[in-house]
C-alpha cells in the first residue's frame, strides 16, 4: 500500500530555519491539504512549534483546520462576496479578506446577522490580478473602514514572480507600501502589514514587513536564486509486491509501448496516477524556461526513475493508474522492499495516507 512518508525531525527544523529568516511572525499557509502535507497532522505540528497564525483558501478547510490550531488566529486568503462563505468564515472566528466593494459590504451584512464584529484583511493587488483594490481605488479602500461591523487588523498584497528574484518584486513591495501609507493618512492604523510568501522570503531581503506568508518553503521545494538550508521533504513510498524475469521482446503495461530487448528482470510497483505518480514534473517551478524545459523532456521521452533500497532505477511501459513497472535488471530487488519516488505533495491523493517519521 502506498503512503506519503515525511521526515518529522527534518520539517521541525525547516521551521527553525524560517523562523530565524523571518525575523517577524510567521503566517504558516496550509491550503491545498497543508500544501500535500495533511491539513491535521502538518497545522497541528506547526502549532507544536510556535506558529499560532494560519491561513487558508478554502472555506471548507475551516472546521478541520480550527481542530488542529485551537483558538489562533486563521486568514482566509480569498475576497468572497457570497452570503454562505461569509456566514461560515465568521462562524469560525476567521478572519475575512476584503478586496472589494462588494466583499465589504457582504462580510459587514453577515457580520450583523450573526452580531458579531468581524475581523479583517485588506487586500491590495500590486499586479497578481486576482483579488484586491488595484493602487488606483484607493478611495474605495478607504470606503471599506467605515462600515460599522469590520474591523481591520491588516493589510496584504501578493506577489507573483518572486521565484524569479526579478526587480517587479521590489517594485510591487513599494506600491503597496505607498498604496497603504495613503490609507493609512485618511483612516488611522491599518494594523499587520504582510507581503512576502516562501520565495520572497528566501530571494529577497527586507521584504519582511510585520509578518510573512509561509507554505512551501516548510516543505523545502520552494523556488530560490540559489542555495538555501531547507530540507526538501516528502516520499511517496510503497514495497515491491512481484518481481519476475521477461523475455526479449516482451511487451509492458497498456498500449504495448515498450517492448523488451534482452531479457529482463522487473519490479511491480504499487503507485501509479493515481498516487500522483507519473501526472506532473519534478521540479516545482513556474517559469517559462522550467516549462519549455519539461516539454521537451516528454517530447524525448526521457526515463523517469524511482528509487529501491536508495539505489535508482528506470521505470518502462506506461505507468498504471495503481501500478507502475521497473526494470531491476542486474539487481537484487526482491518483494517487500521499499520504493520511492520524490514528487510534489501537492500531487498526491489527498486519500494516501500520510506518514510522519
Given at each position: ?334 518483494t517487500g522492499d521499499i520504493a520511492q519516488a520524490d ?15
Amino acid at each position: 500500500m502506498s503512503r506519503f512518508v515525511i521526515d518529522k525531525e527534518k520539517l521541525v527544523e525547516n521551521i527553525r530555519i524560517i523562523k530565524k529568516k523571518a525575523g517577524v511572525p510567521i503566517i504558516a499557509v496550509v491550503k491545498g491539504n497543508g500544501y500535500g502535507f495533511g491539513m491535521k497532522e502538518f497545522s497541528a505540528l506547526l502549532y507544536e512549534n510556535g506558529i499560532k497564525l494560519f491561513a487558508v483558501t478554502e472555506v471548507s478547510d475551516l472546521a478541520e483546520l480550527r481542530q488542529s490550531v485551537g483558538e489562533s488566529e486563521i486568514l482566509v486568503l480569498r475576497s468572497t462576496a457570497v452570503k454562505e462563505e461569509c456566514l461560515e468564515i465568521l462562524k469560525h472566528n476567521a478572519i475575512a479578506v476584503i478586496g472589494s466593494l462588494d466583499a465589504a459590504q457582504a462580510i459587514n451584512d453577515a457580520a450583523r446577522e450573526l452580531g458579531v464584529m468581524a475581523k479583517c484583511n485588506l487586500k491590495i493587488d500590486t499586479g497578481m490580478g486576482r483579488y484586491g483594490f488595484l493602487p488606483s481605488q484607493v478611495e474605495d479602500a478607504i470606503k471599506c473602514y467605515e462600515y460599522e461591523n469590520l474591523e481591520f487588523i491588516g493589510a496584504y498584497t501578493h506577489f507573483p514572480c518572486a521565484f524569479t528574484g526579478n526587480n517587479a518584486t521590489k517594485a510591487q513591495l513599494e506600491v503597496f507600501k505607498d498604496t497603504m501609507k495613503k490609507i493609512e493618512e485618511s483612516v488611522g492604523k491599518v494594523g499587520v502589514l504582510h507581503c512576502a510568501n516562501s520565495p520572497a522570503l528566501f530571494n529577497y531581503s527586507d521584504i519582511s514587513l510585520d509578518a510573512v506568508r509561509i507554505g512551501s518553503a516548510f516543505t523545502g521545494r520552494i523556488i530560490t536564486n540559489g542555495k538555501n538550508e531547507l530540507n526538501r521533504i516528502g516520499m511517496l513510498e510503497a514495497e515491491v509486491i512481484e518481481t519476475k524475469t521477461l523475455p526479449a521482446g516482451y511487451s509492458i503495461s497498456y498500449g504495448s509501448t515498450y517492448t523488451t530487448k534482452h531479457e529482463t528482470k522487473i519490479a511491480v510497483v504499487p503507485f501509479g496516477h493515481y498516487d500522483g505518480f507519473g501526472l506532473c514534473p519534478q521540479r516545482e517551478d513556474y517559469s517559462v524556461r522550467s516549462v519549455f524545459s519539461t516539454l521537451k523532456s516528454f517530447l524525448k521521452k526521457e526515463k523517469i526513475f524511482i528509487k529501491i533500497n536508495g539505489k535508482a532505477y528506470p521505470i518502462i511501459g506506461a505507468i498504471g493508474l495503481d501500478h507502475c513497472t521497473v526494470d531491476i535488471t542486474g539487481s537484487d530487488v526482491k518483494t517487500g522492499d521499499i520504493a520511492q519516488a520524490d514528487i510534489s505533495p501537492l500531487y498526491v491523493n489527498p486519500r494516501i495516507e500520510r506518514v510522519y517519521k
